[in-house]
């Protein structure tokens, strides 16, 4: 079966569980079949949580957390002090950070993890096309680009259906929202 799973970790407000969703969304509509699903600690704005993501070209029959994920996207980098984001990561796949910094200097807090580490500076593109700090948004359009879960093409044509109809009355936040999709998928670097 040709699966991916992703791991999302994030803090309560910063949009990890709405762009689990709406990942999940476009890779449905690419005609995949998907899981999105979180999981709270104490329910509160700032505290950690963790979503989820499958996504497969056959249905799954896989109905618990994600242990051995494909991908970890970290909304928060100040994460990577406090919980272990790279716990059962495949070597294989990849980490992607939201920070300024380059991703050479992540490596002392990843606990020894061998595989490819990703960052992009989803605050300044979110602040730059939609006014405001929504990581949630770049960092979906990044976890398209490193993992090819759905074809990055095919994604921004369904997201711009998907926010057409989501924003019908504010036409301006749709094309803030594609140009902050489409320029996270090249700022995105290794």
Known sequence: MNMTEIR????????????????????FMSGKYV?????YGPERSGAPITAYNRISDERCSIHSNIYDPDYVVVVDETLLESVDVTAGLKKEGAIIINSSRPASEFRALLNGYEGKVYT???GVISRKHLGAYFPNTPML??????SRCVDPEEFLKD????????FATKPQVVEGNLNCLAEA??????
Not at 141 to 146: F, R
């Open 120 to 122: 992009i500076d989803a």
């Open 35 to 39: 899981q999105s699903f979180p999981e």
């Open 185 to 190: 998928m090249k700022e995105v670097k290794e």
């Open 8 to 27: 999302w970790h994030g803090r309560g407000g910063q949009g990890a569980k709405t762009a689990s969703l709406l990942l999940a969304d476009a890779a």
């Open 159 to 166: 997201m711009e259906t998907s926010y057409r109809h989501k």
């Open 141 to 146: 359009a990044a976890v398209v680009e490193v």
